[in-house]
């Protein structure tokens, strides 16, 4: 799992939030047309995205995205503080850590052989026993390989209009 080094405390967020579209990424502006969709990925605080998202216009879409929770506060604050009622958010659930990924292959290394997905796969014929004994090991595996990654799109998406 990768670990921010600069951590989001106040002085590292303040820093960032001096950034602005013209002094970060000025090469990008004049490619930028209304109705664009961009992806912010480590959006920070948010101040270049919402540069961006104003760019873009109505019409557009700026997607940013970040790990960290305090970053998305300072991102949905510094929308609020521009009144760009657009934001929206919407979190993932992730398995990426060891602890989790042998949790979470292991709970389908059993699943695979002894729940309604198996009797599913065995009575429908995409499946026979040799072949899931082969996926329940593979989630096994999957799940104490250092690089294993799970996200899950788990729906809270807070809207407000
Ligand atoms: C230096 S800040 C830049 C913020 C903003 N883009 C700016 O230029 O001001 C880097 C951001 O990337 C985020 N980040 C770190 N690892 C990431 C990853 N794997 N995927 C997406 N964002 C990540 C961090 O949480 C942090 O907010």
Known sequence: MTRYLHGHAASALASHATRTAENSCGCLLPEL????RLLDIGSG???ITCDLAERVGGSG????VDPAADAVVAGR?????RGDGRWRELHLGTYATGELTAWWGGSWAVRVLESRFAEEALGLGLADRAELEAISAA???WGAHPDAVFVIAHGELLARV
Do not use: C, F, S
Not at 61 to 64: E, K, N
């Open 139 to 141: 989630w096994r595996e």
């Open 77 to 81: 604050a510094e929308a609020a503080r």
């Open 33 to 36: 047309r209304p109705g664009m």
């Open 61 to 64: 879409l700026v997607v940013g």
């Open 45 to 47: 605080p948010g101040t």
